[in-house]
């Protein structure tokens, strides 16, 4: 029997054809798929054993005296309700809170957050808080849409592509795979980029910028732009406003003047400005890079500002992409689980909550909620007294990771429903076993705005369950909700509280997907967002003017760290890591580090050393590399034995909330 559904890694969102046989599955990738059309990298192809891994979960577990023992599923569902419903009792719905997760179906998030806002608290959020907050926030000021303004496909009509923060080939390697073909047809690539990637060194340009100055970086591309009279003056006063102010802060960042900030030749990055703005239609195409930073938000409107400034949006071949990490970041986002938006960004505090007023019989919180990160410091500080986690490992991917632990340790309640026993579900009271994405049915969002259909090949372990079928069983105990049949359900609902899915159907998204908006209008859906209109009318310059990172080096700390994920793992670990061939290519966290500086350090290749920051310290071993230039190193997030995100302080962007990952002060010795 064949199955089609959707690769449960990246956002690229590749549809995959399980073809199951016991556990011995063969995997293709879909050759009408317009996101892959047949292609896969590793984790498509060889990702998929995980779901065999006998460390999965398979019945539901209560800690009893330290000790997990295990439950039926009543027991299990009935503790948790009733604890639940004891907190809220006792000190009211704001003292629980709910991480969803962006490795969930739109159906499961869209959920979780109509329990948590039932019950009433917007304390919901999810893994997105830490990767693309940003984009949300930013591209909705600057455009009306926190989204990717073209499609995967799209991508071929470019004459140029810009790709800043964003380590394609290894992160969303169908992607990067399309920029390196057009890359070899001869095409213009701008790489930008404090580190020697793959994409790098095949880029006309590759600018190898200091971490954490890019709003310099972009505004002095801007600069030339406009001193060279490069700018696309009919679409930019026909179609935006703001331009003026605009203008006046960028006037400060020439490019002589933020050589010293960014590291980068005038000339070059003269060059690059030129190629950008001239040889269009050009693509912009970002990830982690750009948001990860306590300026995550204003180096999004940055990025929208290069692309309003030269025309490149609304028509094939340019556009901004956001590259989503995680396989449902942008469904998951658009459910809602963020703690400042309801379905379909619509914020918290605005009357048209109305709509969701009517829709679930209820009246609802306006007040904003906890931030992912907020969550774990009002837990620490006594105001959260419960949080119940889906399909996350916080413990690994957070900032700050012991101050999460001391969170953890001061709850009343902790409930993780996961695939595995993680390092977060090991220090829960309640864990309830889920089914991974090859074991349900329902949808995901991929980075391109596709929606697309999710179908179960496999049958759950023991007695796991589906997400959806254990928040059905908790909402119905908590929050009075009358419950679901089925995923169909859900996205029945789905399509009535968020305009953009009104017109998707189970039916009508397969095989191939739709990209939202699909509705009345717009019955095949949207491949080109801001064609002619944005949803504010006008699309808005916003003045960004550059700041430092939070953290700088010093006598002591005297290298950048800088984190990401490598092209074997994924996220956490907690599914490539038990995937054999992915944990057989790299088995074993590491630091990459120039030969320059391993050779000041007295440093050897695999030799075991210390990274040590002001926040924290780990041990991990040497790879000496010219990917990174002398006075940074680069440290992947997938190991829990060797946690990087200890090192990384609490600081954050005060827009979106999300830690600045990307810069941290470090000594390296051995
Ligand atoms: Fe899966 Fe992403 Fe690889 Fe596609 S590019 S096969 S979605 S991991």
Not at 12 to 21: A, D, K, Y
Not at 445 to 454: G, H, P
Not at 488 to 507: K, L, M, S
Not at 627 to 634: A, D, L, R, W
Request: net charge neutral; with cysteine.
């Amino acid at each position: 029997m064949s199955v089609l559904t959707v690769c449960p890694y990246c956002g690229t969102g590749c549809q995959i054809v399980v073809n199951e046989q016991g556990t011995e599955e063969r995997v293709t990738g879909y050759s009408r798929s317009p996101v892959n059309a047949g292609k896969l990298c590793i984790k498509g192809y060889s990702g998929l054993s995980y779901n065999f891994s006998r460390d999965r979960l398979k019945h539901p577990m209560i800690k009893r005296d330290g000790e997990f023992v295990r439950a039926s599923w009543k027991e299990a569902l009935d503790e948790t309700a009733d604890r639940l419903l004891e907190i809220i009792k006792q000190y009211g719905p704001d003292s629980i809170a709910f991480q969803a997760s962006a490795k969930c179906t739109n159906e499961e998030n869209y959920l979780m957050q109509k329990i948590a806002r039932v019950v009433g608290t917007n304390n919901v959020d999810h893994c997105a808080r830490s990767c693309h907050s940003p984009t949300a926030l930013g591209l909705i000021t600057t455009l009306g849409a926190g989204a990717a303004t073209g499609s995967i496909e799209s991508l071929s009509a470019s004459r140029t592509y810009f790709v800043i923060g964003s380590n394609t080939t290894e992160q969303h390697p169908i992607i990067g795979t399309k920029l390196v073909t057009e890359r070899k047809k001869g095409k213009n690539l701008v790489v930008a980029d404090p580190r020697r990637t793959q994409l790098a060194e095949l880029a006309t340009i590759h600018l190898q910028f200091n971490p954490g100055t890019d709003v310099a970086l972009l505004d002095s591309i801007m600069y030339v732009i406009l001193e060279e009279h490069l700018e696309d003056e009919k679409f930019i006063s026909d179609r935006t406003e703001g331009f003026p102010e605009f203008r006046k802060a960028i006037d400060k960042h020439s490019p002589e003047i933020t050589e010293g900030i960014t590291g980068i030749k005038p000339e070059e990055l003269r060059r690059a400005a030129r190629l950008i703005a001239r040889d269009r239609p050009t693509s912009i195409l970002y990830a982690m890079g750009i948001t990860q930073h306590i300026h995550g938000t204003e180096n999004v409107m940055s990025v929208s500002n290069l692309a309003l400034l030269t025309g490149n949006i609304g028509v094939r071949g340019s556009g901004i992409f956001p590259l989503r990490g995680q396989n449902n970041v942008q469904g998951s986002s658009d459910m809602g689980v963020l703690s400042e938006w309801y379905p379909g960004y619509v914020p918290v505090d605005s009357p048209r909550v109305e709509r969701f007023e009517k829709l679930w019989n209820k009246r609802l919180p306006r007040n904003k909620g906890l931030a992912l990160s907020e969550m774990f410091d009002a837990a620490a500080e006594g105001r959260v007294k419960a949080i119940y986690v889906m399909g996350e490992n916080p413990l690994v991917t957070e900032a700050s990771v012991s101050d999460v632990e001391t969170a953890i340790h001061n709850l009343e309640l902790f409930v993780v429903q996961d695939i595995f026993m993680t390092l977060t579900a090991g220090e829960a009271d309640i864990v309830l076993p889920a089914s991974t994405s090859l074991e349900k049915e329902g949808t995901f969002t991929n980075t391109e705005r596709r929606i697309q259909k999710v179908n179960a090949v496999y049958p759950s372990p023991g007695e796991a369950k589906p997400d959806w079928w254990i928040l059905n069983e908790i909402g119905k105990r908590i929050s009075g909700i009358q419950g679901y049949e089925s995923p169909r359900e859900i996205f029945e609902e789905i399509r009535q509280a968020i305009p953009g899915y009104a017109g998707a159907t189970y039916e009508n998204i397969y095989p191939t997907g739709k990209q939202w908006p699909i509705n009345a209008e717009n019955p095949e859906g949207t491949e080109i967002l801001h064609t002619k209109t944005f949803p504010l009318g006008r699309a808005k310059f916003v003045p960004v003017v550059y700041a430092p990172p939070a953290e700088s080096v010093d006598e002591k700390y005297d290298m950048i760290m800088t984190t990401g994920r490598n092209y074997f793992h994924y996220h956490s670990g907690t599914m490539s890591r038990r995937t054999d061939i992915l944990e057989r290519e790299s088995p074993e966290p590491y630091v990459e580090i120039n030969a320059v500086d391993a050779r000041r350090l007295g440093i050897r290749n695999s030799q075991t050393v210390t990274v040590e920051s002001r926040h924290g310290t780990i041990r991990t071993k040497a790879r000496i590399t010219e990917k990174v230039p002398p006075g940074i190193v680069f440290v992947p997030f997938h190991y829990d034995e060797s946690r990087v995100n200890r090192l990384v302080g609490k600081q954050v962007d005060k827009l979106s909330k999300i830690p600045e990952f990307k810069v941290v002060a470090v000594r390296v010795f051995a």
